[in-house]
C-alpha cells in the first residue's frame, strides 16, 4: 500500500511557516526536522549529492560518482550508492531517468553498446569491477539478468536452464545437471507446471511462465545478484504476484535490483528505494520511508503521481 507522504512539518521555530511556504514556490525541500535542504539544481547537470542513506554496512556493490555517456549524452550523473546484500533494491523514476543505464553498469553490460563510456568507481565485494583484471565474463556469472520481455532461447525448456551451467562447466555429470536444472525451476517455481515437458520448446509457455523460466536460466548460474529490469511489465496481475512472490523468497539469499515503473511494486517488494530523475540520483533510503515521508520534493512529486 502506497501512503500519502508526509508533508513538510512546521516546528513551531518562527521561521518555519515562511520556510514550509518557500518549500512550495521555490523548490526547496524542508525536512521533518525543520531544517531547509537547498537542492542544487537538478538541470545544471553539476553533481548534487542524494538525499537519503547511500552507504549500508556490507555492501554488495559500491557505487561512487558514476557517470555514463552514450557518445555526448550523459545519461547518468556522478550517482554514488550502495547495494546491501540479501536485500531488494527498487529504482524508480521517470521514462528516460537512467535506471536502466544503472542497472547496465552492475555488470558492465554498458560495454556492449557502442559510444557508451562509464566513469567513476564500482566495486563489487571490494574489487573494482572496471579494472583491466576483470574477467567480464565471470563478472557477469556473479550477477545474473531479467529483462523486460521474457527471453527465452529457441531450445527446450530443459536447454534453457542448463545453458548457463553447460557453457561455465559448473556440473559434473549429467545427474548433477538434471538436479540443477531441477532445483532452479522449482526455485523460480515452475516445476510443477513443466516437469512433464521439459523436452518441449520454451517458446510454447505463457509469458509468465516464460519470465519464471528466465529466471530459472538466470539461478541455474548460482548468482550473487540479481538485476531485474521491469521483470513484470508484460506480465498479468497473476503472473506479477508469483514473480513478486519469487523475489520476496529470492532476497533470503541474493542482492536485488528491480527497475518498475508500478510504486505499488516498488512498496510491496523492496526494502529500499532509489529514485532516479533525470540522470541523478535524488534519493535512496528505507522503502517504507521513502513512500511515507520522502525527503526531496521531487520524490514525493513523483511518487504521488504528480509528475512522471
Ligand atoms: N544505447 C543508447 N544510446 C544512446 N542513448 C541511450 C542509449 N540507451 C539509453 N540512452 C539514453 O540514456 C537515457 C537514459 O536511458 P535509460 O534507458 O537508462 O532510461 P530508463 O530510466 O531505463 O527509462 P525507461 O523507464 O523508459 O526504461 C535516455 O535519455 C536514453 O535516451
Ligand atoms: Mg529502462
Known amino acids: 500500500m502506497i501512503h500519502e507522504p508526509r508533508r513538510a512539518e512546521s516546528d513551531g521555530a518562527g ?31 553539476s553533481p ?9 554496512q556490507d555492501p ?10 552514450y557518445g555526448i549524452k550523459q545519461a547518468l550523473k556522478s550517482v ?16 528516460g531517468c537512467g535506471k536502466s543505464t544503472f542497472l547496465r553498469c552492475l555488470n558492465r553490460m554498458n560495454d556492449t553498446i557502442p559510444g557508451a563510456r ?3 568507481t564500482i566495486t563489487m565485494d571490494g574489487q573494482d569491477i572496471y579494472s583491466k583484471r576483470q574477467d567480464v565474463a565471470q563478472l557477469r556469472a556473479r550477477i545474473g539478468m531479467v529483462f523486460q520481455k521474457p527471453n527465452p532461447f529457441p531450445k527446450s525448456i530443459y536447454d534453457n536452464v542448463a545453458y548457463g551451467p553447460r557453457i561455465h562447466n559448473l556440473t559434473r555429470s549429467r ?10 525451476l522449482q526455485r523460480a517455481g515452475l516445476w510443477d507446471e513443466v516437469k512433464d515437458r521439459l523436452s518441449s520448446p520454451a517458446i510454447g509457455l505463457s509469458g509468465g511462465q516464460q519470465q519464471r523460466l528466465c529466471i530459472a536460466r538466470t539461478l541455474a548460474v548460482q548468482p550473487e545478484v540479481i538485476l531485474m529490469d521491469e521483470p513484470c511489465s508484460a506480465l498479468d496481475p497473476i503472473a506479477t504476484a508469483h514473480i513478486e512472490d519469487l523475489i520476496e523468497q529470492l532476497r533470503a539469499s541474493y542482492a536485488i535490483v528491480i527497475v518498475t515503473h508500478s510504486m505499488q511494486q516498488a512498496a510491496r517488494v523492496s526494502q529500499r528505494t532509489a529514485y532516479f530523475y533525470m540522470g541523478q540520483l535524488v534519493e535512496v533510503g ?23
Open 118 to 120: 562509464v566513469t567513476g
Open 175 to 184: 545427474a548433477d545437471l538434471d538436479e540443477l536444472v531441477f532445483t532452479s
Open 15 to 45: 521561521g518555519a511557516a515562511d520556510a514550509s511556504r518557500r518549500v512550495a514556490d521555490g523548490g526547496l525541500n524542508l525536512k521533518p526536522s525543520g531544517r531547509v535542504h537547498v537542492p542544487e539544481s537538478l538541470e545544471s547537470g
Open 48 to 56: 548534487t549529492r542524494p538525499l537519503g542513506e547511500i552507504s549500508v
Open 60 to 69: 554488495v556493490f559500491s557505487c561512487r560518482d558514476v557517470s555514463v555517456f
Open 286 to 308: 528505507d522503502t517504507d520511508r521513502m513512500f511515507t515521508n520522502p525527503q526531496h520534493r521531487l520524490t514525493e512529486d513523483y511518487i504521488t503521481g504528480r509528475f512522471g
Open 80 to 95: 554514488t550508492i550502495d547495494v546491501a546484500r540479501r536485500q531488494v533494491l527498487a529504482a524508480i523514476g521517470p521514462s
